[in-house]
Structure formats: C-alpha cells, structure tokens
T-cell receptor
Framework: AQSVAQPEDQVNVAEGNPLTVKCTYSVSGNPYLFWYVQYPNRGLQFLLKYITGDNLVKGSYGFEAEFNKSQTSFHLKKPSALVSDSALYFC?????????????FGKGTHLIIQP | DGGITQSPKYLFRKEGQNVTLSCEQNLNHDAMYWYRQDPGQGLRLIYYSQIVNDFQKGDIAEGYSVSREKKESFPLTVTSAQKNPTAFYLCASNTLGPGANTGELFFGEGSRLTVL
C-alpha cells in the first residue's frame, strides 16, 4: 500500500523568508510524486511533479521540490514567500506500476505567510 | 477551455433526502474520481471509474452511488444512508498511460454539501 505523511498541520513563515513544506512517502516501486495547492472553497491546483530525472523539480508560482530517495522525501520549497502563497498544500504519490485508484494524498499542510 | 465542471457549488439538504452532484469533463480523460474532503483529514476516495459503464468503490463508498454512462460525466449521489454527509466533494479526472495510472489529476472547483 502507498502512503504519504505531511508531519506539520501548519507552517508559519514571514513574508520574504524561504519556506519548506515537508512530505515523506511510502510506495512499492519507483514513486511518482506530486504537489497540489488549494485555496478556500476551491479545487486543487497542480503545482509540480517528479517522475524521473533531476531530483530538483521546478513548478508553478516559483515553487520547487526536492526528491530524496534515501530519505523517501519530497519537500516543497520556495526561496522567498509571498502573502499570496498562504493556502493548503497537499503532497501525493503513486507507484510507477500505477494503481487503478490513482494518487494517495497526505492530510495537507496549512501554509501561513505573515506580512 | 478544457476543464472539469462541478455543480452545484453549494447545496443544502434535509436529512433523509438523496442528492446528486454533477461532474462533467471535456478533457477526453479516461478516468474519473470522487473525493470527500473534511477538515484535517485530507482527501478520501469515494468512487472511481476507468471506463464507461464501469466503476469501483474507494475507501469510503458506503452511503454513496455513482454512474458512468458517458465518458464525460460521472455524477455522485449522496444517499440517505450516508450518516454524515456534510463535506466538500471534489471530482477529478486524468488520462491513463499504457498499463499504468500515473498521470496528474485535474480537479473541479468542488461542491459543498450541508445537511440541515
């Protein structure tokens, strides 16, 4: 079975500072990893994904994520946070063998950027 | 523009009533999914479908039903058997690669159901 852990319910960062939202995973085979963002009462928006290749993946809105196979982690990062980055962030995984029921999501991390 | 349309955005229901949430996609995606979102619990899979006229139960299917009569449509019915139906419901879709389901999901804007 595949699983995702997001150990922090909430992350607080001052505007302009770097941010990190943590994610660890467990999956059979090679992982396909995703980050999504959700604003209040909206659907999830895709930010970035890791399939293969370079361990540092760049995505939308200046976000990036680093895949670390030995630590089974896929932390989301941004060099300089904006107040508009405040939202709920979800990490998701699926094994390279696929699975009919698709992605498994973490419980989400609330990111709060303080002015 | 291609996308996923969910309706209604907000829905109120009295206890004992069935309600149907609509989900339509024009992305030509094979697979469609319904998730339920509750605060602090992430997304939980209700039902999914990989092909027309076929669907499978997810982790929390009790009290829900679906149909997939057309590739574009995957409506969800919340029945009176669902004990705690108040939640935010999200529909999603993706393409299926050869022998694997590893594509990113595209989400609708969600439907918030409140039971009075």
């Amino acid at each position: 079975a595949q699983s995702v852990a997001q150990p922090e319910d909430q992350v607080n960062v001052a505007e302009g500072n770097p941010l990190t939202v943590k994610c660890t995973y467990s999956v059979s085979g090679n992982p396909y990893l995703f980050w999504y963002v959700q604003y209040p009462n909206r659907g999830l928006q895709f930010l970035l994904k890791y399939i293969t290749g370079d361990n540092l993946v760049k995505g939308s809105y200046g976000f990036e994520a680093e895949f670390n196979k030995s630590q089974t982690s896929f932390h989301l990062k941004k060099p300089s946070a904006l107040v508009s980055d405040s939202a709920l962030y979800f990490c998701a995984v699926i094994g390279s063998g696929g699975g009919a029921d698709g992605l498994t999501f973490g419980k989400g991390t609330h990111l709060i950027i303080q002015p | 523009d291609g996308g996923i349309t969910q309706s209604p955005k907000y829905l109120f229901r009295k206890e004992g009533q069935n309600v149907t949430l609509s989900c339509e996609q024009n992305l030509n995606h094979d697979a469609m999914y319904w998730y339920r979102q509750d605060p602090g619990q992430g997304l939980r899979l209700i039902y999914y479908s990989q092909i027309v006229n076929d669907f499978q139960k997810g982790d929390i299917a009790e009290g829900y039903s679906v149909s997939r009569e057309k590739k574009e449509s995957f409506p969800l019915t919340v029945t009176s058997a669902q004990k705690n139906p108040t939640a935010f419901y999200l529909c999603a879709s993706n393409t299926l690669g050869p022998g694997a389901n590893t594509g990113e999901l595209f989400f609708g804007e969600g439907s918030r159901l409140t039971v009075l």
